[in-house]
């Protein structure tokens, strides 16, 4: 399996089987987003409201697969 990681610089794989990306919000909180190809998966890395344990990440999906 290939893992790509970056923003959004030269250095990002395209080809990779899972891509991890790291942006920053309007609010200046650093965000996740991990993407599977193969699978058509995208899905956000973040925290679900009420949660409290900061160590914990949730995978939030963007939208359902067919």
């Known amino acids: 399996m290939t893992i790509g ?3 959004n610089g ?4 395209r080809r990779a ?3 991890i990306n790291c942006g920053w919000s309007e609010a200046k ?3 996740y987003t991990l993407s ?3 699978l ?3 899905a956000n890395l973040g925290r ?3 949660q409290d344990d900061p160590t914990l990440q949730a995978i ?3 939208d359902p697969r067919d």
């Open 5 to 7: 990681a970056g923003g």
């Open 10 to 13: 030269p250095s990002c794989s």
């Open 29 to 31: 909180k650093p965000y």
């Open 48 to 50: 679900y409201p009420g």
């Open 40 to 42: 058509g998966f995208n």
């Open 36 to 38: 599977i190809k193969r």
């Open 17 to 19: 089987a899972v891509y």
């Open 60 to 62: 939030i999906e963007w």
